[in-house]
């Protein structure tokens, strides 16, 4: 994580570029590609988080092939020695993770997240500019790691081997299965034994993220072990990853991501689905 005031030094500096990752839930009512136009962290440009998943599949927001996403990269004029900041506009980190871990899980650790956000920026008269940003082309190349990313079949065998713990980031009532799922034709509930914190309560109501005993404490009460491997999981693999970077911030390297999430596992009709608040068995 980097603060405003620490972004706000280094704007402009060589080699620093920050990045607009800002996506919404569908139904929300919000345009992330006509906000960035409004408004943006100057010279931000913007990472457009469905363009720069893969194409060939029905499932939201799945990880790109290591040449497909180095080439949209390069093409966002971005080059493997810069350092990259991140924000969105949600409050909580919803898309501004994701553009972080997707950065890492391909290779470049030199990512941060700009903590708040784009409303902390805001809140604090920092500049914006409207318009548009485009860089020349870039150099940038990736190199999946694999290791940090669950698949279906993973999953699978998780229930029954139970070696990592699921935690769920949705909403409480999507977990439950009292509230409906924003995509059409997914079930309601959650995976047997997993648990649930809504990624909202990671973070302040300033947007930033919890001091670290805070947030230690918050994950403990929701019952997640901090000394065991962790899969985190969501609607579509983004939101998840605000718990990947919070354990980070704790200390805690063992987490991976179900990429699929809630639209692979809710949508198939052979998987197992619980409904009410966590229990483990």
Not at 58 to 64: A, E, G, K, R
Not at 67 to 84: E, I, P, Q
Not at 237 to 262: P, Q, R
Request: hydrophobic content about 35%.
């Amino acid at each position: 994580m980097v603060s405003t005031s620490w972004l706000a030094a280094r704007l402009g500096s060589p080699g620093l570029r920050v990045l607009d990752g800002s996506w919404y839930l569908p139904g929300s009512g919000r345009d992330a590609v006509r906000e960035y136009g409004e408004g943006h962290i100057p010279g931000a440009v913007f990472f457009d988080l469905d363009a720069s998943s893969e194409a060939e599949t029905p499932l939201p927001h799945m990880l790109p092939s290591e040449t497909a996403f180095a080439g949209r990269m390069s093409g966002l004029g971005l080059n493997d020695a810069d350092d990259m900041v991140v924000y969105d506009g949600s409050g909580a980190n919803l898309s501004a993770a994701r553009v972080w871990w997707t950065f890492r899980v391909f290779g470049h650790h030199r990512t941060a997240v700009l903590d708040g956000g784009m409303g902390k920026w805001r809140a604090e008269n920092r500049p914006v500019e409207s318009g548009i940003v485009t860089l020349p082309r870039g150099r940038f190349t990736a190199r999946l790691e694999r290791g940090a990313i669950r698949d279906l079949a993973a999953m699978r065998s998780n229930l029954r081997e139970r070696r990592e713990q699921v935690v769920d980031l949705r909403s409480a009532g999507r977990y439950a299965g009292t509230a409906p799922e924003p995509r059409p034709g997914l079930r309601s509930g959650h995976m047997p034994g997993s648990r649930n914190i809504p990624y909202t309560e990671l973070v302040g109501p300033d947007g930033t993220i919890l001091p670290e005993d805070e947030l230690r404490r918050r994950l403990e009460a929701a019952g997640i072990d901090l000394s065991q491997p962790i899969v985190a999981t969501c609607g579509s693999g983004t939101s998840a990853c605000a718990l990947v970077l919070a354990l980070g911030l704790l200390g805690h390297s063992n987490a991976a991501v179900y990429d699929g999430a809630w639209a692979e596992w809710g949508g198939r009709p052979d998987t197992p689905v619980e409904t009410g608040t966590s229990s483990e068995t």
